[in-house]
């Protein structure tokens, strides 16, 4: 069955992944089944988005009850599921409004636009500096935005105003920020897919302070990072750092697309009818899972689990007894680690084996095994993935 279904996708779909050679055919909780009925733990959440695991109970409940009342309006009305959800994310963030989405690539997209609607109205240049390393989405303004990797080749020529610098290094903010009179910086406060690089403790901090002393502003693509995943509702309140825009989607609807703007009143005011929009965004639908999503993560404390299980996974990681010089650094924030690995060759072979022993991860950057569990991963899961690791390891590079 797998090998019928495998062949039929390669033969139809456009070559635009590296996929394993897997077809899912059901998952619960923290656990997918292939159509032969092999079993795996499933770290690697969607790229984030199963927040709480496959086929939890209120999700599905929640998205049938939808189904038989409406799943569909556009904007030109309104509903209680987008009323509830929309005052849940300003009750639980910085933000005054929310713009509302399908997609983190097109929640960044608003993001520009709405930073750029700023700049116009308060005089400044709309030009936005961003990371080196940065990774935005794949639409033509987020990936303007996005530093030069593969997913740009042959898509030029982007928009212009936008320039990078080093992350992680807050003095260049303050530079660039002079130098190009630029309106935000626009910066994620881990990244994600240069390989779950997590910048200096102070890092946000003080990028908020220099935004706030330049006249720009801050706005933080959290895409990956928010919805508890980091040990917090939001990465910024590890440093108490609220930003001007944010951005969130993959973890919100839980594996229903959604995703958001979030902004302050000063960034929103500027916005009119017909400014932007979306025909699917904020749909009664999906509206009702990410609600769903979000008070199960409150109610449950599944972001003390997601902080208690990242310690446990980091720490198992730090400690494990792997092959000399195999392993370079293991790295992380919550239930967003990053094992680093010295040769790309051994990263590749690891993860392919750690799926054949029943352990799928992401191969992030070609030398970073990513893990991204669900938020309501256990011990014994946590446990589980650290010893097909080192097992892997072990097989590929030796003891």
């Known amino acids: 069955m797998s090998r019928e279904i495998i ?51 209120t999700l599905v409940e929640t998205a049938k009850k939808q189904m038989d009342e409406v799943i569909h309006t556009s904007n030109l009305f309104y509903t209680a599921p987008q009323a509830r959800l929309v005052s849940l994310l300003t009750e639980h963030s910085f933000a005054d409004k929310v713009f509302l989405c399908n ?43 996005t530093s030069g990797r593969n997913c740009r080749d042959g898509f030029d020529p982007f928009p212009d105003g936008f320039v990078f610098i080093p992350y992680g290094e807050p003095e260049k903010i303050s530079e660039a920020l002079d130098t190009h009179r630029a309106c935000a910086f626009m910066v994620e406060p881990i990244q994600g897919e240069n390989g779950v690089v997590v910048p200096p403790q102070d890092y946000i901090a003080r990028a908020r302070e220099i935004c706030s002393e330049k006249g720009a502003l801050l706005v933080l693509d959290e895409i990956q990072t928010a919805m508890g995943r980091t040990g917090k509702m939001f990465c910024y309140e590890h440093s108490d750092a609220a930003p001007d825009i944010a951005t969130i989607a993959k973890g919100l609807g839980g594996g229903v697309p959604c995703g958001a703007v979030l902004a302050t009143g000063e960034v929103a005011e500027h916005l009119t009818p017909g400014s932007h ?34 310690e446990r996974l980091l720490s198992g990681l730090r400690m494990a007894d792997f092959a000399s010089g195999a392993v370079k650094e293991a790295r992380g924030m919550g239930l967003m680690a990053g094992l680093e690995f010295t040769s790309p060759e051994a990263a590749k072979s690891i993860v ?48």
């Open 7 to 57: 062949s039929s996708t390669d033969a139809n779909v456009m070559n635009t992944y590296s996929r394993f050679p897997i077809a899912v055919s059901k998952g619960r909780g923290a656990w997918l089944w292939d159509t032969d009925g092999k079993k795996y733990l499933d770290f690697t959440s969607g790229i984030a988005v199963t927040t709480l695991g496959h086929c939890h109970t």
């Open 103 to 145: 997609s983190g690539t097109e929640a960044c997209e608003g993001a520009i636009k709405f930073a750029r609607r700023w700049a116009e109205k308060n005089g400044r240049e709309k030009t936005i500096v961003c990371a080196d390393g940065s990774f935005h989405g794949r639409t033509l303004g987020a990936l303007a935005a």
């Open 277 to 310: 929009g979306s025909t699917f965004g904020g749909g009664p639908f999906a509206c009702a899972c990410a609600i769903a999503v979000i008070e199960e993560v409150l109610s449950s404390d599944l972001i003390g689990n997601a902080r208690q299980r990242g």
């Open 352 to 399: 392919n084996v750690c799926a054949e022993k029943g352990l799928l991860t992401i191969l992030t950057a070609q030398i970073v095994m990513r893990m991204l569990p669900p938020l309501i991963v256990t011990d014994e899961e946590i446990d589980f993935a650290v010893n097909v690791i080192k097992e892997s390891v072990e097989e590929v590079c030796g003891k």
